[in-house]
């Protein structure tokens, strides 16, 4: 492999995290992501209402308008809810790997 071709190829995946990384600041109102939880919340679902504590649970929410929930509400056929898991939650999974 060329000098050239290497030069390109860490071009193109540090373009590929750029925009990976604007796009999940952006987070507008449609996008769901899964997070491991920060403070203690409940979900907003008003017929689960269950607590997620700071550090043991993972939540999905959305930025726009502000709305948390259970992975199991989430996860729930009726609700119709898709996320993908945010760059704090991979990060964890990877410390929780090596360790």
Known sequence: ?????REAKRKKKVAVGAKRIASRKSGGSSFWWLTPVRKTTCCSRTDCGRVLRAGKDEMVFRKLP???LCVLCADHPGRGVSYRPSTRWEQQRRKGKAS
């Open 66 to 68: 502000e709305d948390v």
């Open 1 to 5: 492999m060329s000098f050239k071709q």
